[in-house]
């Protein structure tokens, strides 16, 4: 089985430092594993790498995409997947780092999807789109029960997904779920980063202000005056959907900057138990220490390990 190098934890816990080491040490390339970093134009808000901070190391699923292009969890496994062939077919390590835990998992695991015509499904998005979020997710409820436990009920977007899949795959989505083996399809290592939630909490927290002090706002009007909207999918991620009331003229710029802090902080939670729940993960608490040292003994462990 071909070898890919995981690197997981919740936001700002380090994990673009520890993977650009590690891809350095190992003769690795990296791909990222961030749902928002796909789009070109999407840069500080998404916290996405630059060029100088690469280091000269090749990055993956960045900036592959115009802002007004669909992307999915599938297609996402489609460019992973190519990735992890053509890093191991030049004889590097291909190392997958992010915090995007459905896409990680679909890409790394025998993770299946029903093909569907996106006209349909976007006739179905369009039928949902006059019902409030109670109604939506009651909905949801009665079509897919078990689904409807993994989400949100104010998480309007996935809920409206997940009916669509429902109502024009010939299997429900949990039921898809549930036929898989759910066991990884590559030699996996998932390294996982962890730390003090109060510290964690003051790294995000420090995290939103350098954003805003980098330009996050004037990143915001460019793509808002290069035609992007709020209902757009990109513009949903945290750090960018939380701008809509400044510019609906309901909120200040502290107060955005004090929601993105606090989406950051409830999701690096919701990571963490994804995380927990979904994957085989070594864990390493870097709360008082550089773990770099035994993270390196560890992944060479792996790599010398025999195949079974």
Not at 69 to 84: C, G, H, P, T
Not at 224 to 253: C, K, P
């Amino acid at each position: 089985m071909k070898k890919v190098l995981v690197v997981i934890g919740p936001t700002a816990v380090g994990k673009t430092s520890l993977s650009l080491d590690l891809a350095k040490q190992f003769h690795g390339e990296i791909i990222s594993g961030d749902s928002i970093q796909v789009y070109r134009g999407f840069d500080i808000g998404s916290a996405k790498i630059t060029q100088e901070e690469m280091q000269g190391i090749k990055h993956h699923c960045i900036d592959i995409l115009d802002k007004k292009e669909a992307y999915s969890v599938y297609d996402f496994q489609l460019n992973a997947r190519k990735a992890i062939e053509e890093i191991t077919s030049r004889n590097l390590l291909p190392i997958l780092a992010g915090g995007t835990g459905l896409y990680i998992k679909a890409a790394l695991y025998d993770y299946h999807f029903d093909s569907q015509n996106d006209a349909d499904l976007k006739l179905s998005e369009e039928k949902y789109q006059k019902y409030t979020n109670e109604e939506l997710y009651e909905i949801l409820k009665q079509t897919d029960e078990k689904t409807a436990q993994t989400i949100h009920p104010n998480n309007r977007k996935r809920v409206i997904r997940a009916l669509c899949i429902a109502e024009n795959a010939p299997q429900k989505k949990s039921e898809n779920l549930a036929a898989q083996n759910h066991q990884p399809i590559y030699d996996v290592l998932m390294i996982g980063l962890t730390m003090d939630r109060n510290l964690l909490h003051e790294r995000i927290n420090r995290r939103v202000e350098i954003m805003m002090e980098h330009g996050l706002k004037e990143e915001i009007e460019k793509l808002l005056s290069e035609g992007e909207t709020f209902d757009d999918r990109a513009m949903q991620g945290i750090g960018y959907r939380e701008w809509r009331e400044y510019f609906e003229g309901n909120h200040t710029v502290d107060e955005v900057k004090e929601e993105i802090q606090k989406n950051s902080r409830q999701f690096a939670k919701r990571q963490m138990t994804w995380f927990k729940n979904q994957f085989d993960v070594e864990w390493f608490d870097c709360t008082h220490r550089d773990v770099t040292d035994d993270v390196k003994e560890t992944v060479m462990r792996w790599l010398n390990r025999n195949e079974e």
